[in-house]
Nanobody, 126 residues
Framework: QVQLVESGGGSVQAGGSLRLSCAAS????????MGWVRQAPGKQREGVAT???????TYADSVKGRFTISQDNGKNTLYLQMNSLEPEDTDMYYC????????????????????WGQGTQVTVSS
């Protein structure tokens, strides 16, 4: 059974940094598309970043240059380093995984993720 457990959320002032972690288990880790998706109540879900089985990362325009997605295959762990945080980044952040084809391993294809974590809250104050 695939399990994804996020950690690392919290509250920070604008301009600050946070690093999210996602511990994955229940499947062969580096064969999946992995990603981070954010959503707040009443808001549309937004793909933030993805990384495919070859380690290629793709970012939403809203976070490009500020966020970095990475993974440690030995630890089956996905990370999201978030720098220069803005109040608009306040959201619940979810780790997600899926067996989608590499061509669809992009933040715009969040519907292709079949597995989701429970989420971790990020709050950025101005």
């Amino acid at each position: 059974q695939v399990q994804l457990v996020e950690s690392g959320g919290g509250s920070v002032q604008a301009g600050g940094s946070l690093r999210l972690s996602c511990a994955a288990s229940g499947y062969t880790y580096n064969t999946y598309c992995m990603g981070w998706v954010r959503q707040a109540p009443g808001k549309q879900r937004e793909g933030v970043a993805t990384i495919d089985r070859y380690g290629r990362a793709t970012y939403a325009d809203s976070v490009k240059g500020r966020f970095t997605i990475s993974q440690d295959n030995g630890k089956n762990t996905l990370y999201l380093q978030m720098n220069s945080l803005e109040p608009e980044d306040t959201d619940m952040y979810y780790c997600a995984a899926g067996t989608t084809a590499v061509i669809y391993c992009r933040p715009t294809y969040t519907n292709n993720f079949g597995y989701w974590g429970q989420g971790t809250q990020v709050t950025v104050s101005s």
